[in-house]
C-alpha cells in the first residue's frame, strides 16, 4: 500500500519552487513524503518472525509517529510562511513604493478629479509606466467617493502595478502561496495514510492479501517449475 505515498510524490513533482521560501516548504514536503512512505511500506512488509496481532501494533504507533510529523511540521509550515509573508510583501511594497507625498497628494487628486473616465484610465497606466508610486497612491488610496475607482479595480490596479514594479518579488510571493497549498495537500495526505493504517481491520486487510499473493505466487511456481520424472 503506497497510494498516498504515491499522491505526495506527484503533489511533489508539480510543486514549483525557486526562491528560497519556496524551497523550504519543498523541503517540508519531502519530509512528509519520506515519513509517509515509511509507514506504508512498514504496513508492506511484516517481519516473518512477528504475529499478525505484533504487526498490527507496530503499525498502530508508526502511525501515531507519523501524526506527531504531520502536527510538527505544520508547526514549521506556519514559521514558514508568517517569515515568507512579511519578507516578500515588504520587498513588494518597497519597490512599488504606493506611499503619499503629502506635498503633492491633493493636487494629484484633483487633477485626476477634472479628467474624462478614459483619461483616468490613461493616467494610471502612465504613472504605472513611470513607476510613480507617490502619485498612484494619491489616487488610487483616496475613498471611492473621491475617485470614482470602484473597490474591485482599485485592488486590480493595485495588483497590476505590484506585478510591473517588482515582477520578481511578486513571482515569489505567488509561487509562495502555490507552494504553501501545494504542502497542505501533502499534509491531508499523509493524515489519510496515518488514519487507515491506525484502523486495525485496513492493516488485516492488507495482510490478507498478501497471504494470497505469496499463495498464488507459490501455487504459480509449482505449476510452472521442473516437474519429477517418472
Known sequence: MTKYST???????????????????????NRILNAT????????????????QAHILQIAKAAERLQATIARENEVL????????????????????LKLDPQYADAVLRRFQTLKSSDQAGLIGDLMRMKDGPSLAAILNAPS???????????????DYQKSAAPAEY??????????SATGAVFNA??????????????????????????????????????PLH
Not at 171 to 180: H, P, Q, T, V
Request: proline content about 3%; charged content about 25%; hydrophobic content about 40%.
Open 78 to 97: 506556519n514559521t514558514l510562511r508568517t517569515a515568507a509573508v512579511n519578507d516578500l510583501s515588504d520587498k513588494v511594497d518597497h519597490k512599488a513604493n
Open 171 to 180: 513571482a515569489a510571493l505567488s509561487e509562495m502561496f502555490d507552494a504553501d
Open 190 to 227: 499523509a493524515k489519510r495514510s496515518a488514519t487507515e493504517l491506525s484502523d486495525p481491520r485496513v492493516v488485516t486487510d492488507i495482510l490478507s492479501q498478501q497471504e494470497r499473493s505469496q499463495a498464488a505466487s507459490g501455487a504459480f511456481d509449482a505449476a510452472t517449475g521442473p516437474q
Open 37 to 52: 512512505a515509511a509507514l506504508e511500506n512498514l504496513a508492506a512488509t511484516r517481519d516473518p518472525a512477528m504475529t499478525n
Open 145 to 159: 467617493a473621491a475617485s470614482g475607482i470602484a473597490p474591485e479595480m482599485r485592488s486590480r490596479y493595485i495588483e
Open 7 to 29: 499522491a505526495i510524490g506527484a503533489i511533489i513533482g508539480k510543486t514549483r519552487a525557486t526562491s528560497e521560501h519556496s524551497k523550504k516548504m519543498l523541503a517540508v514536503q
